[in-house]
Antibody, heavy 122, light 106 residues
Framework: EVQLVESGGGLVQPGGSLRLSCAAS????????MHWVRQAPGQGLVWVSR????????KYGDSVKGRFTISRDNAKKTLYLQMNSLTVEDTAVYYC???????????????WGQGTLVTVSS | SYELTQPPSVSVSPGQTASITCSAD??????VCWYQQKSGQSPVLVIY???KRPSGVPERFSGSNSGNTATLTISGTQAMDEADYYC?????????FGGGTKLTVL
């Protein structure tokens, strides 16, 4: 059974840092691109970042570029998101999600974690 | 940047057909996915590649995509279908989500 379990969320002051983790199991982690998607309270889904299979290529949304860093440890089957210079606008539930591109080249998020809440407040 | 536009809300009576639209320039040239998110839960894929249903998704869920509009259709809507629905497409290798549509089953 595919499982993605996020951790590391919590309350942090503006300007602070936090590192999120996403532990994967039930599939060959090193074969999949992975993403972070966030959802502010009462708001919609917003793509945050993605990383390729070996970690050599990353990409970020404009709102987090230069502040967040995505990484992965394939040996530990874990995805990370290092978040620095946090602002109140970063308050959200952060989901890690697996992308599957095996069906005719069309890619989609086929598995999502349960999410971890990050609250940025003084 | 590429933007997907959805109506904030749609209402439907039980047993009737619900249609949720997602619009963007030349959206028909892209593959669109749809996700269902029930209150307090993580999103779940219900349609991928415009009109394909993942295993386990009921047949009453279907999708289409042409021109500037993609549509998620739920036939014979049930109370359990009440949720937020998000369309999603790719802009290069960046995921873009619509703003979401709250489906209310009255």
């Amino acid at each position: 059974e595919v499982q993605l379990v996020e951790s590391g969320g919590g309350l942090v002051q503006p300007g602070g840092s936090l590192r999120l983790s996403c532990a994967a199991s039930g599939f060959t982690f090193s074969s999949y691109w992975m993403h972070w998607v966030r959802q502010a309270p009462g708001q919609g889904l917003v793509w945050v970042s993605r990383i390729n299979t070996d970690g050599s290529s990353t990409k970020y949304g404009d709102s987090v570029k230069g502040r967040f860093t995505i990484s992965r440890d394939n040996a530990k089957k874990t995805l990370y998101l290092q978040m620095n210079s946090l602002t109140v606008e970063d308050t959200a539930v952060y989901y890690c999600a697996r992308v599957d591109c095996s069906d005719g080249g069309s890619c989609f998020f086929d598995y999502w974690g349960q999410g971890t809440l990050v609250t940025v407040s003084s | 940047s590429y933007e997907l536009t959805q109506p904030p809300s749609v209402s439907v009576s039980p047993g009737q057909t619900a249609s949720i639209t997602c619009s963007a320039d030349n959206l028909g040239n892209k593959n669109v996915c749809w996700y269902q998110q029930k209150s307090g839960q993580s999103p779940v894929l219900v349609i991928y590649q415009n009109n394909k249903r993942p295993s386990g998704v009921p047949e009453r869920f279907s999708g289409s995509n042409s021109g500037n509009t993609a549509t998620l259709t739920i036939s014979g809507t049930q109370a359990m279908d009440e949720a937020d629905y998000y369309c999603q497409a790719w802009d290069r290798d960046t995921a873009v989500f619509g703003g979401g549509t709250k489906l209310t089953v009255l």
